[in-house]
């Protein structure tokens, strides 16, 4: 079943594991050393979104791929965002159940990753996704014409009598009739039974590609005859929870080990469609957007260089060839990576420095959103040391220094982009934006006050006359409509 039929891979330059020069002989990294890494991932991306650039953190990746975002980029005039994130989308489909991460408290996580890929009519989408998903679909091709040639077969075969058909059988070598199947990785459609008639014939994992995925939020409040919603269904994949289909007149479907990444196109106008499915467990959260600082619509003038979807094609296939070990009941059972210590204490420090964001007062209406990031973060440390490995940068003893800074980097591009679509999304009165202590003095104040008469009320209530004069200074909630007196916007 692994036999992905792609030419043998050529070897990229630099095989072998790296030394960090921050790397100590006690292993141990300078703490001051790994809090200048964050400041660094952040300082970079902010710098980009001041200069009005695309953000996105194409250093994250090996320097083959890098090459790829790039070319496509300046000869196909792709959205760096939008390759970037279909090639970690493609890399996620193409490790499946072959491997998985253990964290430091002992929980196991795949790579599965939900990624919508946000822009305008016009601005492209799909062109990235498709051309990172063609050595894949050049798979399932294949697969395809196998399966119609075996099904031919097992159809002539069918109509033999039993002496006939038992005597061919032996010739082959084989003892019984077995009927084929279409061994797929990429799907289109969104119905969780369809999903799961796919997902039973090809353990190793599948891909979701839909081009607008607004088809797929709008199915989310769909209920089966047992009650489960559809939304249920993606909680319990992205969880890497077992699946289970029953379905009317058909054999219950049960995925012990279930593996679908999705990825898709969606119109910013599209997104408040997202507020009709935000639910307490937090769905949206577990979404990552792609999402363009300054997006423009480009005309492409030169041709790809063919080397350049070679090499691509090569890192698929590397990818492909790590092999999936079962069980004797068929189920996957995934290699399971370390961290290396030294990476385990970035990933520590790291872990520290978001509780400590998480807790600011201002970030709690975006909490739910910082708690998937923590997830988020092992996955991409896995993904980025399997295109380490295929790149042949790395190796796959251990997830080490370099994939965990990479994914710092990844971290908080997604971690900015999310917050961008959350008040999008949500459509937030700013009010509920603010710590609790603030609402209270906000709602205390007169709709028209002055200045004086509002730092009494705020110093009643325990803020200070400098933060609150600094608090008067949001725009949103505040309009001063003369000097020293203001007006309440809400």
């Not at 031919?152 to 003892?175: A, I, M, P, V």
């Not at 061994?183 to 353990?203: G, M, W, Y």
């Not at 599948?206 to 409040?221: P, Q, T």
């Amino acid at each position: 079943m692994e036999n992905n039929q792609l030419n043998s891979p050529k070897n990229f330059e630099g095989e072998g594991q790296h030394k960090d020069s921050n790397f100590q002989g006690n292993n141990q990294i300078n703490p001051e050393t790994i809090k200048n890494w964050f400041e660094e991932a952040r300082n970079e991306t902010e710098a980009e979104q001041k200069k009005e650039k695309n953000p996105f953190p194409i250093e994250a990746f090996p320097k083959p791929i890098q090459e790829i975002i790039i070319a496509t980029n300046e000869s196909l005039k792709f959205p760096i965002d939008f390759t970037g994130a279909s090639i970690f989308f493609a890399a996620s489909v193409c490790i499946g159940n072959s491997y998985k991460i253990k964290a430091p408290e002992g929980w196991i996580s795949s790579a599965v990753i939900y990624i919508a890929l946000v822009g305008k009519p016009g601005i492209i989408k799909s062109h990235p996704i498709s051309f990172t998903l063609k050595p894949i679909q050049k798979i399932d091709s294949f697969n395809y014409e196998k399966y119609k040639r075996e099904k031919r077969e097992f159809d002539r075969l069918s109509k033999l009598n039993k002496n006939q058909q038992e005597k061919e059988l032996e010739n082959k070598g084989h003892t019984e009739l077995i009927r084929p199947f279409f061994e797929q990785r990429l799907i289109s459609d969104i119905t969780p039974e369809a999903i799961a008639d796919v997902h039973q014939f090809n353990k190793r994992g599948l891909g979701l590609y839909n081009d607008e995925l607004a088809a797929w939020f709008h199915n989310f409040g769909r209920y089966n005859k047992n009650g489960n919603s559809e939304q249920e269904f993606w909680l319990s994949n992205w969880s890497n929870e077992t699946l289970r289909i029953n379905r009317k007149g058909s054999e219950p479907i049960l995925i012990a080990s279930p593996f679908i990444s999705v990825i898709g196109g969606i119109q910013p106008g599209i997104l408040n469609e997202l507020a009709k499915n935000r639910t307490e467990n937090g769905f949206v959260d577990r979404i990552l957007f792609a999402y363009p600082e300054t997006p423009k619509k480009e005309i492409s003038e030169q041709e790809l260089d063919p080397e350049i979807a070679e090499n691509w094609e090569r890192i698929v296939s590397n990818i492909l060839n790590l092999e999936i070990n079962f069980d004797n009941t068929n189920t996957p059972q995934p290699k399971e990576l370390h961290f290396t210590p030294e990476a385990k204490q970035i990933l520590n420090e790291w872990r520290k420095n978001l509780a400590d964001e998480q807790n600011k007062p201002e970030n709690e209406a975006v909490r739910g959103i910082y708690n998937k990031f923590d997830t988020y973060f092992i996955r991409f440390s896995l993904i980025i040391q399997i295109l380490q490995h295929a790149c042949r940068e790395d190796n796959l003893n251990a997830v080490g220094i370099k994939a965990v800074r990479s994914a710092i980097k990844l971290v908080e591009y997604f971690k900015k982009t999310a917050l961008k679509i959350n008040s999008i999304v949500l459509d937030l009165n700013p009010l509920e934006t603010l710590p609790i202590n603030k609402q209270d003095i906000y709602k205390a104040l007169p709709d028209t006050f002055e200045t004086g008469n509002g730092v009494i009320i705020a110093e009643k209530l325990g803020m200070s006359e400098r933060t609150f004069k600094r608090f008067l200074d949001n725009e949103k909630l505040f309009r001063r409509v003369a000097q020293g007196k203001y007006e309440k916007r809400y």
